[in-house]
């Protein structure tokens, strides 16, 4: 198994947008499906965003969708999530996360089965 460590996490104001990164060592992105969770204080964990295997198609939980966006940059080996107008109810620590190699059920949240250890985001009204 690869290492996943997550940067870009940060204080920002309702509206505002941060990029978070996901440095993703040991893994090849025609191999892995990979995806982005959050979890806030008292809530269950939560996958907002995925990216399937080659970048063939990304799905985003409703909560996001619009706003985000998941992206690959293979010559960094790096995961990204772009989150725009970003909302209170977006704080939380968000983590990047990869399931074992040629996963078929990548649209399954207990797939993925590998963690960083995720960066916070804070977002004040």
């Known amino acids: ?38 979890q806030a204080p008292g809530k269950e964990r939560e996958r907002i965003a995925t990216i399937y295997t080659h970048s063939i198609s990304t799905n ?6 619009g706003r985000f966006t998941i992206s ?17 109810e977006d704080t939380a620590m968000y983590y990047c996360a990869a399931a074992s190699p040629y996963e078929p059920a990548c649209y399954l949240s207990r797939v993925y089965n590998n963690w960083g250890q995720g960066t916070q985001v804070t977002v004040s009204s």
């Not at 198994?1 to 992105?29: D, H, I, M, T």
């Not at 985003?60 to 969708?65: E, F, I, L, M, R």
């Not at 293979?74 to 970003?86: E, P």
């Open 1 to 38: 198994q690869g290492q996943l460590v997550e940067s870009g996490g940060g204080s920002v104001q309702a509206g505002g947008s941060l990029r978070l990164s996901c440095e993703a060592s040991g893994y090849s992105f025609s191999t892995y499906c990979m995806a982005w969770f959050r």
């Open 60 to 65: 985003y939980a409703d909560s996001v969708k």
């Open 72 to 88: 690959q940059d293979k010559a960094k080996n790096t995961l990204y999530l772009q989150m725009n107008s970003l909302k209170p």
